[in-house]
């Protein structure tokens, strides 16, 4: 049983930055690890996800704004939000899929998840 712990979110103005964290019980030798996010009334979608060989993915709203990395040594895996939009605003989670060694956009593929952290921006 994998155990995620997310921290990070709070309110910010738009083009501001935001640091999201989680903070996993143990990492799976093979795995991608994703944050996802859902608005109201909207999917939950794959934000970016990185994968046991250290391949990257993001949604195309976020490239090159959103930098996803991991820290083994801490078992954290981290996004950083840079250029915050208000359309970024959504709870966001981390998940964790141990079956694949990459990253699908299917949450029904990932087998834990986090609590969640509530991201704001404001216009």
């Known amino acids: 049983q994998v155990q995620l712990v997310e921290s990070g979110g709070g309110s910010v103005k738009s083009g501001g930055s935001l640091r999201l964290s989680c903070v996993v019980s143990?990492?799976?030798?093979?795995?991608?690890m994703g944050w996802f996010r859902q608005a109201p009334g909207r999917e939950r979608e794959l934000v970016a996800g990185i994968d046991s060989d250290g391949d990257t993915t993001y949604a195309r709203s976020v490239k090159g704004r959103f930098t996803i990395s991991q820290d083994k040594s801490k078992n954290a895996v981290q996004l950083q939000m840079d250029s915050l939009k208000p359309e970024d605003t959504a709870m966001y989670y981390c998940?964790?899929?141990?079956?694949?060694?990459?990253?699908?956009?299917?949450?029904?593929?990932?087998?834990?998840w986090g609590q969640g952290t509530q991201v704001t921006v404001s216009s």
């Open positions: 143990y990492t799976p030798s093979i795995y991608c």
């Open positions: 998940a964790v899929d141990n079956w694949n060694d990459w990253c699908t956009g299917k949450q029904e593929t990932y087998q834990y």
